[in-house]
């Protein structure tokens, strides 16, 4: 039993990326003190957190003097080495813990985690030479999906196999421990957002829709209309993952819906998503607060959404004519604006958000798009 961690308290990030700051505002809000380790600096979480440490994950001296420093250490992106894990566990609480981070941050391990305890994920195959993602591929049929097994986000690390004649090439493309997944036909992507206290409480967000652009997460909105006992079946299927998980803190669980309205899970990621910004401006609890209130041990926070919301991402492609005119999404008394402090400006860089909250989901969706619309179009030249 450890503790409950009280405001006053230091709370250690390890990653220092938009997650990390938007879960600094709201410790720092909450009056807890925020250190954020990573190997870069004035990065997004630095830039509100209380101290900043610049250091390489496997330097184990830094991660110790970093984790002597803290009453407890989450984290906000999950590919992180395990032997930091392991030497931050050594001198503070890290929550969720290490083996949160094993399972999760590999396909491979993840999905074979997920279809041993009966969970529905995609069908799938190991691969880890030619021979076997021929043989794969045979198996599955084509389309599919080839994955790394490690270190892929956003689509980065996959490719997309028509057909048989296609293998060869994928394979010299990736050319590493993969996993091939049959290619979903789906009706839509949706995820769940739950929240698992250190004495077990629960608390979900529902279900939220999510719509991609170049693998990439566009327009999220909430709450997402499923047909019938859909959006329960979702919640309930979270809920069972991040407790057989074990997670304390904040678990996302990422659905396909497949036409014939079943649920299929793409992947998890064990802390605040992406999908989930909206809960910053439209829920009596966002997941950011979420995620501190499970790691310090304190009970959850009501999830309701206080009003339906949609979130719109604004990647560095936005600032191809110029930096956008920021006025411009503030004349839409309705959208929020959130920017990460990144100064570079790159294709596919998540950049900063807009939430807008309407009477109902789609109209809160219409009003985010046209609010970004409204920034690309003024974009000015620098
Ligand atoms: P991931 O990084 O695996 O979440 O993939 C990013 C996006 O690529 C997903 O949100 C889907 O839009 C698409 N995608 C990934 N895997 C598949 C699949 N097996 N079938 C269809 N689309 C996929």
């Not at 999950?78 to 969720?96: D, G, K, L, M």
């Not at 813990?97 to 396909?107: D, E, I």
Request: a negative charge; hydrophobic letters at 40%.
């Amino acid at each position: 039993m450890t503790r409950t961690i009280l405001p006053g308290s230091t709370i250690g990030v390890l990653g220092s990326g938009q997650l990390g700051r938007m879960f600094a505002i709201a410790a720092r809000r909450m009056g807890y003190r925020v250190h954020t380790f990573s190997p870069d600096d004035d990065t997004p979480t630095g830039q509100v957190a209380d101290w900043e440490t610049q250091a390489a994950y496997d330097d184990l001296d830094a991660v110790r003097a970093f984790a002597e420093g803290v009453d407890v250490i989450t984290f906000e992106f999950e590919n992180i080495p395990a032997e930091t894990v392991e030497q931050a566990e050594r001198f503070a609480p890290v929550r969720p813990g290490g083996s949160v981070l094993y399972t999760t941050q590999n396909r491979l391990r993840e999905k074979t985690f997920l279809s041993g305890s009966g969970f529905p994920v995609v069908p799938f195959r190991a691969v880890s030479s030619r021979e076997e993602l021929q043989a794969a591929a045979a198996e599955l049929g084509t389309p599919a999906v080839l994955k790394t097994a490690g270190w892929g986000y956003d689509g980065k690390g996959q490719v997309r196999i028509d057909s048989l004649e296609q293998v060869p090439d994928a394979w010299s493309t990736l050319k590493t421990d993969a996993v091939l997944e049959a290619f979903v036909d789906f009706e839509c992507e949706v995820s769940v957002i739950v929240a698992r206290g250190f004495d077990g409480e629960l608390a979900d967000y529902g279900v939220i829709g999510n719509d991609h652009q170049n693998h990439i997460l566009d327009v999220s909105v909430a709450p997402a209309d499923l047909p019938g006992d859909l959006g329960r079946e979702a919640s309930r299927i979270a809920r069972a993952v991040v407790e057989a998980l074990d997670v304390v803190g904040v678990l996302c669980v990422e659905f396909f819906v497949t036409r014939a309205g079943t649920l299929l899970i793409n992947e998890l990621a064990p802390r605040p998503h992406n999908s989930g910004h909206l809960t910053f401006d439209a829920a009596v609890t966002s997941q950011f607060e979420q995620q501190l209130r499970a790691v310090c041990g304190l009970s959850l926070g009501e999830p309701e959404l206080l009003r339906p919301a949609a979130m719109a991402n604004l990647l560095g492609d936005l600032w191809f004519q110029g930096t956008p005119d920021w006025s411009a999404a503030c004349r839409f008394p309705q959208v929020k604006l959130h920017l990460y402090g990144k100064e570079q400006a790159r294709p596919g860089r998540k950049m900063g958000h807009l939430t807008a909250l309407a009477g109902d989901p789609r109209t809160a969706a219409d009003l985010v798009r046209e609010a970004r619309r409204a920034l690309a179009a003024r974009a000015t030249k620098t």
